[in-house]
């Protein structure tokens, strides 16, 4: 093999391939060290939203939603304040999850739903509290389903609604559901 | 010490990036809503510049011609992608609001363009001044586009409130405002640099301006070989 063919055709193909092994690792090694954090923000951030949707509780224990269809997560108040369920459905974009805080006899007290997948300005109304409001202090699931979605954003609040429902319907099994 | 000031001065006026060789400009126009959202646009993308211009400087011997721009764009990607993971675990509120800008970095012209143009032809110390230089030139232009944006067009700054509510200029904020505050800033830079006699000389054809030329650079290289 003379030198001009090496340089011509092995001589890029070895340097790109060197460059690639290179940053993988670096790259491996850093994700190594930062996805920890990122795990754990994200678990902060978590245990804020369900704090913000059931005044007054602090801490949580998880709950085994496995066998319940339609629901995510289910968390108990440690100190028996209510319950925080998530459910995810799908909208415009994506799955908009909704988080609800109930309290011991099914009431919706609090709700918040994570719309970062939708239309900014459009579906994105369906996240507000002005629109969330509507399902506070629902108890059953028929109520839920009455609530009007928004004009222009029906994918988006349909999903807040089947959420909601999904969560109110569930909620005797959710309260008889055991540890995890 | 002179001549590496003389490049570092370069990139924040005579050539600057934004301004005069108009590169980056979507970054700026999208992200200079905020002053802590352009700041920290702006001290992401100098970081990036600085380092991807010294790795490229480092490897500019070995990086064979034919696959330069692969090689480029994966040292590049490299940089960004570390900033994003460092931001994502250490500030997530700026990673928040810069979106889906920190990743296009990776396709920023200037950090291309200057790895093209300035970083594989010179040394190491002088592709870190011309890196940092240029990344000074961007935050300063985000920044100061992005005090004016926030402050008339939202009425606060840095997330305080300054101007009482209803009294803004609520098309700053959106992108006509900006292409207009973007014009404006070209103008005034133009103006000063041809009131002191400097005028903008283009050295080349595409004057490093990698986006809007389509001349292939092979035939330049060699031109400056000979």
């Known amino acids: 093999m003379s030198k001009e063919t090496f340089n011509e055709y092995i001589k890029p193909f070895v340097v790109l391939v060197c460059i690639c092994l290179v940053v993988s690792f670096l790259l491996a090694f850093t994700n190594s060290k930062t996805a920890p954090v990122v795990a754990e923000n994200e678990r902060i951030e978590a245990e804020r939203t369900r704090q913000a949707v059931l005044p007054g509780s602090a801490s949580f224990t998880e709950l085994d939603v496995s066998a319940i269809d339609g629901v995510e997560t289910a968390f108990r108040e440690t100190s028996g304040a209510g319950y925080v369920v998530t459910a995810g459905y799908k909208g415009y974009g994506g799955i908009v999850t909704v988080t609800v805080g109930l309290d011991n006899d099914g009431k919706v007290v609090g709700i918040s739903a994570n719309v970062s997948s939708e239309t900014k300005g459009i579906g994105s109304k369906a996240g507000q509290e002005s629109y969330l409001s509507n399902y506070k202090d629902l108890v059953n699931a028929a109520a839920a389903e009455q609530v009007d979605t928004i004009s222009n954003a029906t994918y988006s609040s349909t999903a807040v609604r089947n959420g909601v429902s999904s969560i109110l319907r569930n909620f005797e099994s959710i309260k008889g559901a055991s540890e995890k | ?226």
């Open chain 2, 1 to 226: 010490m002179k001549d590496k000031m003389k490049i570092l001065l370069n990139g924040m006026f005579k050539e600057n990036p934004v301004l005069i060789l108009a590169l980056g400009c979507c970054s700026v126009l999208a992200v200079s809503v905020s002053v802590s959202g352009g700041f920290g646009m702006g001290v992401a993308l100098t970081f990036v510049l600085v380092c991807s211009n010294v790795v490229i400087s480092l490897l500019r011997n070995i990086i064979p011609s034919k696959v330069r721009i692969p090689c480029y764009i994966v040292v590049i990607a490299t940089f960004v992608t570390l900033v994003e993971m460092l931001m994502e675990a250490y500030l997530k509120s700026l990673y928040d609001s810069l979106g889906v800008f920190l990743s296009l970095i990776v396709v920023n012209c200037i950090v291309l363009g200057r790895a093209e143009m300035f970083a594989s032809k010179h040394g190491v110390v002088d592709s870190f001044f011309d890196g940092l230089g240029m990344g000074i030139g961007y935050t300063m232009v985000i920044v100061g586009m992005s005090v004016i944006r926030e402050l008339f067009g939202s009425g606060t700054l840095l997330g305080y409130r300054i101007i009482p509510e209803g009294y803004q200029l609520g098309i700053l904020t959106q992108a006509p405002g900006g292409f207009f505050l973007f014009g404006c800033a070209i103008a005034i830079l133009v103006a000063a640099m041809a009131k002191k006699g400097k005028k903008f000389e283009p050295k080349m054809g595409c004057d490093g301006n990698c986006a809007a030329c389509h001349s292939a650079c092979e035939d330049r290289k060699e031109a400056e070989a000979k």
